[in-house]
């Protein structure tokens, strides 16, 4: 059985586990998919009520890494000026400087070559990204993120190139438009009380990205396999919790926090490597919940589901909704709320009450306070009718063009007839090997061309005790027709790399 399918049973099978839902940054459409990584099947923090382990594969690849201050926070400039993607392979300009592949070196190619060549470029991302802005302007090097050969480092280029983009904070982008809906139903409902933060760098310290959440050390989100190490105590946060505590010691008392945040996972129609998540932070005094007549957790609890109630009929209008107990290290209790919505129960958002340690650990004790944290993408997938999660990510005008500044909820008009390339891998596979490092093999491959990676057969030889994988490769642009030549090479390429990096038998 596709070993993601079966941890969803085991989990659902655990007793005291209420729900297992899919993550909250993504959406669950393509439920008929079969999905790979454990990550992608069962929400990312929540579903940890199974205390597992980590194996030598998941493990981060030094030993734990003790927990170090966090990098000073810059600011990034906005950037629509720029590619969206540099996996898209199209020429940069402004502040990322392009890869190395010139038109001048293809004219001596052969076509095979060329494609390599081409390849090279949808692997080869920016140089150099500047980050910063409000005087305090810096930049961040490839070699700083990217370190081929440090190996507590697991950041390919295609991650590190999409780095300093913030689509949410682009005003005609759906994840802006959807940021902005939530900022104004926060705007409305508690004028000039939430303080917004949308630029902050998305490298963090191991400490900030779980310590300081209380992520357990044995978590199988701190493991090399889900998350991005930049180093073994540097992160590419996988979650805006990240930003908690920093926020709660800056003395912020009501904050929505929102970035690109970046998961190591399956290939399919609703996942992506970077997405986007908004966390909403706001705490309670004692006079506050004294004065309600209520305990502190109670009033939080409270204030919480009316709140997020409010801002599910803000963005969906009038829905069912319901509340789902469920498990985050930083929250007691925790929920999830699912709305009932196009024939099907969906989860929204993740939330809860702070844990008390988290507060008095970074200067709040003597307060309670709520916490959410919801995945961008998710919502506006069902929000605008958008079929593919790579979308995000297009520069295509005619994808572009379809959203306007403050209208939510503009269905898009498809584009993309052209079809999809399957092309089958089988391998014996070795006791390391793990999905999520195949499926970064093909994103760094083919980039944005690829739709979809799926386990299609599975089985084990008694006799050589050995275990097969056959998957079945995806390959479709949302925006151009692909010819077999460009196909072929890249499945070549895959085969290649598969083979060598990641130590099993090609059949
Ligand atoms: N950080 C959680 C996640 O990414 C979401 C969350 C945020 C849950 C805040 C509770 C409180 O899955």
Redesign the pocket.
Known sequence: MNPLRSSVLSALLLPGVVVVGT???LPVLAMATLRLSSSSSS????YQQQKVGLTAAQRPPSSFPSPSPPLVVCSIPDRHHLPSSPSSGEASSGRISLGFCTRQSLGFCTRQQSWNRKLAVVAAAASVVEVGGGGSSSTISREEVVREDDPTNNVPDTVFGKIGLQLHNRENHPLGILKNAIYSYFDETFPGVFHKVDNLLPIVSVKANFDD?LTPPDHVSRSYNDTYYVSADTVLR????AH?AELLRQGLTHFLVTGD?YRRDAIDATHYPVFH?M?GLRLFTQQEWEAAGMDGTALAAQELKKTLEGLARHLFGDVQMRWVDTY?P??DP?YELEIFFQGKWMEV????V?QQQILCNNGCAGTTAW???LGLERLAMVLFDIPDIRLFWSNDSRFTSQFKSGQLGTKFKSFSKYPPCYKDISFWISEEFSENNLCEIVRGIAGDLVEEVVLIDEFTNPKKGKTSHCYRIAYRSMERSLTDEEINALQAEVRQQVESKLKITLR
């Open positions: 993550r909250v940054g929400s990312f923090f929540a959440v996988c979650h805006t919790s908690q945040v998540q966390e985050f930083f929250t925790s958002l993740g939330c809860g702070t916490a959410f944290g």
